[in-house]
């Protein structure tokens, strides 16, 4: 497995252990977890792999993503 197999198949994972919020409230919960335990290099291929293949991700992540894209920056 890939690289960017493997932060979608992850980014996932928490999606769906937070999908029992509401939508708003999972992708926040989801950006905090991603921004707190993943490094930068992480982070910046979630982001890269998201504008090209949108269709792996679960709904939760990309509202997440959203969320991190200022973050990722810095």
Known sequence: MDD????VRMANQIATFFEAYPLDEAATET???????????????LITQATTDTGSFHA???QAIRQLQPAAAS
């Open 60 to 62: 939760v992540v990309l």
């Open 4 to 7: 960017k197999q493997t932060v």
């Open 31 to 45: 950006a905090a977890h991603i921004q707190r335990f993943w490094p930068p290099r992480m982070r910046q291929a």
